[in-house]
């Protein structure tokens, strides 16, 4: 039997979207048919979307995808000002991403583990996995107790997760888990950290399901009957639409559906809501793998996301590939097209700083 | 041009778990292979899980399910003591579920929409699309209304959003939408009700990710400055968390994946952040069509879960199928082998209404 | 580690669709959404294809549906003229259902076996496994050298596979591997049998790919420079084409999709180049999990055909589900209508043999 | 309504390997998660299996992949001593390549039509859809007919389709239908043609069932009562089968499953049928997105052909993904490594005419 430092030896390694020039293979992609000619529209979708200054900018993420190695790639997106927002499952941004930011890392599991033959071993070796990926969950305690740190340190009173996380952002650069502060304390750079820097807001809509959750637990669990901190769902879903409200022309590049998909699609309603005559939103790239015919959200598409008016029919593509094949080329494709060289970052958490102003009055 | 009644004029129909007895199928089909056995295994561990009279069952849904005929499904399972809680996605339970209450259909589609082709004539008509369903859109408008004044009549402060459907089970009986109430004001039965009578708590982890998401926007939008209700997640996780504490036995009923399934999994790990040496899930079942090969949380297998420390081994079934023909034969195995008939009903909600209690001192 | 005959020890028992009226479930599942309706749409499909008594029912079959345990439904589809003609995969008719005729079986494996963790240990004993089913590889070798011995019987010609599977069912009979032979000889029915007896025609268009396959090459070996045995593909695809022909109307009730799919939509065609001009087939069921995303045929929608004009809009049908799972309702529903009553068999198997009769002139 | 010549105006364009060095992008990938690392580690072993000399590389194409824009890399992998033989459905090769190289050309479909929208008025059109491509029908009888006469001018006796299939590369020589012969005549490359060039032997198990199987059927008509060209299926097993005894190092890329697979497969037990203990398929890579769930042989992993003693388990891969986006990745790699550099190419066709001349003796 293997140990647990032999099993946890290969770190996940994260691809770097400046090293690979996409657009002769996008181009010649253009003409074929299936996948390769709906990753070839969807990355001409984003180039168009980025080229549209007016355009802002919402990434969706579903499904683990920053211990699969697309970690770098995203932060290269928030830094290049392709992206305004992100609406994401916690796991992604605390599990993952905040996690990495920690100076952990995410391990390459062997073939012989991806179908769970190895799962009770693992089990007694503290060894959490994720299809063919390994994280070592005294690690990923320590992470949670960070989360509950955190938590303990702010002022009690209900949170949108996008305040919670503006606030994770604030710790690693206190706590020098930055590229500059490098070496002396392990600090790298963090989709966390980029958006703390670049004023992109980050929501998760569902933010107690994950790391961040055992945090919140504690802490409330240590409150009983005194003030404490709350995560308020509500005021994340009132943060966004007041985005689509300061800025009316957007896009959405969703990696999967669930919750994120469907968070993002629906500020357009909410708008409404408020009496205002939302646009649709004007571009929608979705990719994923899930399935149209069992009705659910996540492999629904973007057509029937309009019958709902929520995106407009013009510009959508879904994009049927597992996300660490698709989204390389079609992020690579605005990216070495400089589709973003005329956005300067939209700035938005300085908007969503004005409203929490008026709230608090 | 069909006209909107036209469209809207076949309305969806729940099928009743009484009338079809599928004991003498499923016994055929555990001596078979693929998805009929597996059916069959998960209708055992089902069976099962009743049986022991100690374990607390957890319904998970996410997909489109009450929209597509399962409602009544699921009323039947809470009125018969076969669930003690249940975690889902908002849609099933305000959007589909409360609005059925409300005395609205769902309808048919024709096939020929189911791919799209119709969609920008529905948006003209305003009639919402869920793949081969239609939604009247102004309906749903009346839903999300009625959301927006159930939470104005609330006292301001955070909610689980277990407590907040508690107020909408409430509202419905106050209102007249109940099968006593009848033909008078339309009422039926509903997931909502039923469980508001059974006190068994449903949990919606991203709560404001459905039609109650924008009575909470107009809500505090209008309360800007002023105390306001706001949909605390974290409590949702806290209170759930404290049923695992109280009742350690516990198994899962998962219908499609995303957030519930990683929410009421993640009990286990909260648990232990409490201090208490939990057991993991003992029996879990979960009906899908996800793939595992993504790395996404919704197809990844139970025994991946338990590298996790979340699900146990010996008892698990993962089932291949769209639920609406899964779901049917597993629920109705148990519901005709009588295997919940020496159970009573947890009365979750009692227990959480004293830790609500104790909080709120 | 287990021995041979531990591991297989459960045979996969055979459902039987006489035992199970899902008439009521299926008129329940009309009215609900996703694959449910469907599958309630296809048996309605199926129902109207046998009150149809001009059409000819072709049934095709893909995927491992015989050591699945659909043996004795089909059995009873055929001999209760609800099917016409089969085209299916080799493995289906000879590894598989021939392989039962010979008397053995089909066994469970383990939950474990199910992704590949056993498949050394399987290899060492002889073991062959279908994802969650094993065979014993040395009964195989006797259906192989059974194949071997009937195709040295035979006069060395051409022969399409329907003209080879009928001589395969003479031999069921001249050899007691029949159910009247019973106990004596372990006979018991197959699709084989029952095919033979009611003149059903059974085509493998690719009919070296399977068991058979390992007989002929043994069988063309031995006779090199010498008269042989030959498999005419070309003689199979006249055959089907002239039942067309002789019977305009026709239905096809598919299950998976590969080249039992493409080929009989074909004969559509192929009427035509022999200058007949055929009509679509009427009706079309296809039950399968299949992506249409990639483009393949085997999940290509029946509306595609529609554009080759091989299949008629009006009356089709695509069931996402796994097989064992749809066709026991399905073919249920008929069978408990008694959709075939009127129906006496088209016998086409003698139609053919007219045809052989001009051809060896 | 748009004209005919209004929807054929785009046309597919293939795929030029030559242009896209994906080596960097491969090796990126490697240390990533899901399909990106299974693409990877494929792409490194289709680079292990053409620097290791003895191995004859057999490539298996199932699913519409020529008209998807593949067939220049298919070409490429041919002329540049990639593989050493091909197992094909017979569309891919007849319908698609062949008929390219009759200087037709397949079409971009726009996106309304992918789900089927548009399917009647294809029809009135006489164009075919496959999923997003369009095919002139008036063109394809062309194609049909010219494989008709093709097959009145063989010598009537049984043919392997790898026999028929090398007449037809004969055939386009004759007829100009080479790039030499070029603008004069139309001529392209394709991969019959580079097939036929290179001695490389093309099998399609089932060939009846594609377009070459409407010739077989007007000529089999015409001959009836005289001798006539049949098409052995049997042949084409011997023939693959004598390639695996004189060449006992073999390696399999597979694109999609179907009978290509099986059939390949196979060979290693139709060897042993015929007393030689030959090694399993050394090397195995396969692009699919079918499940394996529903235990059908496209989806099922390579693990599990080991248990049947086809495929050896240590250089195996599965990649999850449409073809469009793997295979330029995993052949591009290959092919910008010069992985066959060493190699000269194994001219199967010159063993096969050895064969055939045995036999006909």
Redesign the interface.
């Known amino acids: 039997m293997a140990t647990k430092k032999e099993l946890l030896n290969?770190?996940?390694?994260?691809?770097?979207l400046a090293?690979?020039n996409?657009v002769?293979?996008v181009e010649?992609?253009q003409?074929?048919?299936?996948?390769?000619?709906d990753?070839a529209r969807a990355a001409n979708i984003y180039d168009m979307m980025l080229r549209d200054t007016d355009c802002g900018v919402i990434l969706c993420l579903?499904?683990?995808l920053i211990?699969?190695?697309?970690q770098k790639l995203i932060v290269t997106l928030v830094r290049s000002n392709m992206v305004d927002a992100i609406v994401s499952?916690g796991?992604n941004i605390v599990d993952q991403d905040f996690f990495e930011a920690l100076s952990f890392n995410?391990y390459?599991a062997g073939d012989?583990y991806?179908?769970?033959?190895g799962?009770?071993e693992?089990?007694e070796l503290m060894?959490?996995?994720?299809?063919?990926?390994f994280i070592d969950?005294e690690e990923l305690r320590i992470c949670?107790e960070t989360l509950h740190q955190i938590t303990n340190s702010l002022q009690p009173r209900?949170y949108s997760s996008r305040e919670f996380i503006r606030e994770m952002g604030a710790w690693l650069v206190k706590n020098g888990k930055t590229p500059q502060a490098g070496s002396k304390t392990g600090g790298r750079d963090s989709i966390v950290l980029a958006a703390y820097e670049k004023n992109v807001p980050i929501f998760c809509?569902?933010?107690?399901?994950c790391s961040a959750?055992?945090g919140?637990?504690?802490?409330?669990?240590e409150r009983?009957?005194k003030p404490m901190?709350?995560?308020?769902?509500?005021?994340?879903?009132?943060e966004l639409?007041q985005l689509k409200l300061a800025n009316p022309t957007t896009g959405l590049l969703m990696i999967?559906g669930?919750?994120p998909k469907?968070?993002a699609q629906?500020i357009v309603?909410?708008a409404d809501?408020?009496g205002v005559d939302a646009s649709m939103h004007k571009y929608a790239i979705q990719i994923t793998?899930?399935?149209?015919?069992?009705?659910?959200?996540?492999g629904?598409?973007l057509?029937?996301a309009?019958?709902?008016?929520k995106v407009d029919?013009t510009y959508e593509q879904m994009v049927?590939?597992?996300?660490?094949?698709?989204l390389?080329?079609i992020a690579g494709y605005a990216y070495h097209k400089q589709s973003a060289s005329s956005r300067k970052g939209k700035q938005w958490s300085q908007i969503l700083d004005k409203v929490q102003e008026?709230?608090?009055?």
């Open positions: 290969r770190p996940i390694q994260h691809l770097d090293q690979h996409v002769p293979l010649a992609m003409h074929m048919a299936y996948s390769a000619r990753t579903a499904g683990s211990s699969a190695g697309l499952t796991a995410h390459i012989e991806k179908y769970g033959a799962d009770a693992l089990r060894i959490d996995r994720i299809y063919d990926t969950e949670d209900p809509p569902a933010f107690s399901d959750g055992f919140f637990v504690a802490h409330q669990h009983q009957g901190v709350s995560i308020d769902s509500a005021k994340d879903f009132y639409t999967g669930g919750v469907n968070f629906d309603v909410a809501v408020l793998v899930a399935d149209a015919r069992d009705g659910a959200l996540s629904s598409t057509k029937e309009s019958s709902w008016g029919l049927y590939s597992e996300a660490t094949l698709a390389p080329i008026t709230v608090e009055v």
